[in-house]
């Protein structure tokens, strides 16, 4: 697992900043409003989207959202 870990980790290294603008807080309000998501996830989704890489997350309340790769918590659990 800490292998695992250790990958994933190494992957936030290549992030950058994006500045949350009016264009893109109204992308993530109409976001927000078709997935029912509150706000601040609706702007995390909306940033991976305008950024077209996929959201990584093992948050419930993305996992069946389109462009998201998901990490069930629970089976993480299990395997350690």
Same mark, same amino acid.
């Given at each position: 697992? /800490? /292998?695992?870990?250790? +990958?994933?980790? $190494? =992957?936030?290294? *290549?992030? %950058? #900043? @994006? $500045?949350?603008?009016?264009? &893109?807080?109204?992308?993530?309000?109409?976001?927000? &409003?078709? *997935?029912? &998501? $509150?706000?601040?996830?609706?702007?995390?989704?909306? $940033?991976? +989207? %305008?950024?077209? #890489? !996929?959201?990584? /997350?093992?948050?419930? %309340?993305?996992?069946? @959202? !389109?462009?998201?790769?998901?990490?069930? =918590?629970?089976?993480?659990?299990? =395997?350690?």
């Amino acid at each position: 697992m /800490t /292998t695992e870990i250790s +990958r994933i980790e $190494s =992957k936030t290294e *290549y992030g %950058h #900043v @994006l $500045s949350l603008n009016t264009g &893109l807080a109204l992308y993530a309000a109409d976001l927000a &409003l078709q *997935y029912q &998501l $509150s706000f601040a996830d609706a702007i995390i989704y909306a $940033s991976a +989207r %305008h950024s077209n #890489v !996929p959201l990584i /997350t093992a948050d419930d %309340h993305f996992q069946d @959202l !389109p462009e998201v790769i998901f990490f069930s =918590k629970k089976a993480a659990l299990i =395997k350690t």
